[in-house]
């Protein structure tokens, strides 16, 4: 990293030192940094240790010196250089050199040199200058003192010669890029055609271009690589082809357009066969389907394991599998989980007396309800039709509405009607 101090560049581990240095040395009377003349000086300006510090880059005005106890110094300790160029000489800062321009056109072009405050490239050759014409040499010359221009584009393309070449500012050469500047249609911008020809001066001919025509006997569109032979247009009549690849010239069903079948032939020409197929052997059977656990043929409850054979490479459709299904009441054990009819039998209860209540004493298991059934086990006696949860209770000492307690309604009646009297067995008994 650099630090800018005074408009100049110091490089801060080599100023960092010099500051340390500097501060050990130079102390003022009232103990601050000292100045060279005896004023104090900036902290934050860094001081110089080596004349590296004090370069500001310019040739002409002399090489800087790093001398703290000069008279001349700065505040960095840095002393100005003197300009290197003698009274009378011009000091040119690109080249770094100092010029006598007495005679100013050595070369006598009339164009002054550049050192001398002119635009003479080379004022040692009389063939460079500005405006001279740029011609096309075996030297590299830069006539005219503009390395960018190559020659004259003798047939107009807009491309010099691939021959013309100049050296550039940098020290490349570079070179035009027309491979014939004599033809207009040669250029590296011309389109490149079957004709045997460079034209777009790439070094490549005829690419991108079909030059290479295959004989296609049986007619499918594909040649034998093999049999390739040069050209740029297929011949009338048909019997060639510009696609090569074809393992059988003959069949017009193999070429590498094909799709491979389960033959034991390599249909694709792709130098493999049957890939893809599922078996290999004709006739060869497997199980299929609903397996067991393990893997084996599956026989729990309705399911079956299938069978399915090899046809031509492929399996059949699996036959006789019977998966899972959803369970029925059926005495079946439908989805093969162990158990039949699970979630689907239901409980019911004989109704004897035909009262539309069951005997919780009398229950069966069925998929639907068996005759003189019901799905209520509410009957507290189901022989006799006159008692169930729906009969009326009745002053008779029997529970007829079946709810747990005896002629409780008909008692109230009884005392209602008379005063003092009670329900006894179905009876108003009246106290004496």
């Known amino acids: 990293m650099l630090v800018r101090s005074d408009d100049l560049e110091v490089p801060v581990a080599r100023s960092l030192l010099a500051a340390l240095i500097i501060g050990a040395s130079l102390i003022g009377c009232d103990g601050g940094p000292a100045g060279l003349d005896g004023g104090t000086i900036d902290a934050s300006v860094l001081a110089c240790t080596t004349a590296a510090d004090c370069d500001d880059g310019v040739f002409c005005d002399g090489p800087e010196m790093c001398d703290p106890s000069a008279s001349g110094a700065d505040q960095r300790g840095c002393v100005e250089g003197t300009p290197p160029c003698e009274s009378g000489m011009r000091c040119e800062?690109?080249?770094e050199a100092c010029s006598d321009c007495a005679e100013a056109d050595k070369d006598g072009d009339g164009h002054d040199a550049v050192?001398?405050?002119?635009?003479?490239?080379?004022?040692?050759?009389?063939?460079?200058?500005?405006?001279?014409?740029?011609?096309?040499?075996?030297?590299?010359r830069d006539e005219d003192c503009d390395p960018s221009t190559l020659g004259i584009d003798r047939d107009g393309d807009s491309f010099v010669a691939s021959e013309c070449c100049n050296v550039q500012l940098d020290g490349t050469r570079r070179c035009g890029e027309d491979c014939a500047d004599d033809s207009a249609a040669v250029s590296p911008d011309a389109t490149e055609v079957c004709n045997g020809s460079d034209e777009d001066c790439d070094g490549f001919i005829d690419e991108g271009v079909p030059h290479v025509i295959f004989p296609d006997d049986d007619g499918d569109g594909f040649g034998v690589s093999e049999d390739g032979m040069s050209a740029c247009t297929l011949p009338p009549g048909g019997g060639f082809t510009f696609l090569g690849g074809d393992c059988d010239d003959v069949t017009a069903a193999i070429n590498p357009g094909a799709s491979e079948a389960c033959d034991g032939i390599d249909n694709d020409c792709d130098g493999a066969t049957d890939q893809g197929c599922s078996c290999d052997r004709n006739g060869e059977a497997r199980v299929c389907g609903a397996r067991a656990p393990g893997g084996g043929l599956q026989t729990r409850g309705g399911c079956r394991s299938g069978e399915q054979a090899c046809l031509d490479?492929?399996?059949?459709?699996?036959?006789?599998?019977?998966?899972?299904?959803?369970?029925?009441?059926?005495?079946?054990?439908?989805?093969?989980?162990?158990?039949?009819?699970e979630g689907v039998v239901r409980r019911f209860f004989l109704d004897a007396d035909n009262d539309g209540f069951g005997d919780a004493r009398r229950p069966t298991e069925a998929c639907t309800i068996p005759l003189r059934h019901v799905r209520n086990r509410n009957d507290c006696d189901d022989d006799d039709p006159a008692r169930s949860p729906s009969a009326a209770e009745t002053c008779d000492g029997v529970d007829d509405d079946c709810d747990g307690a005896v002629d409780e309604a008909t008692a109230a009646d009884c005392e209602a009607r008379l005063s003092g009297s009670s329900c006894v067995a179905g009876d108003c008994v009246v106290p004496s």
Do not use: H, K
């Not at 399996?315 to 899972?324: K, L, T």
């Not at 959803?326 to 162990?338: A, F, Q, R, S």
């Open 115 to 140: 050192a001398c405050g002119g635009d003479d490239c080379d004022d040692e050759d009389p063939l460079r200058f500005p405006g001279n014409p740029e011609f096309c040499d075996l030297d590299d």
């Open 313 to 341: 490479g492929m399996w059949s459709d699996c036959i006789g599998d019977q998966g899972p299904e959803t369970e029925l009441c059926d005495g079946v054990d439908d989805d093969c989980d162990g158990f039949i009819d």
């Open 93 to 95: 800062e690109l080249a």
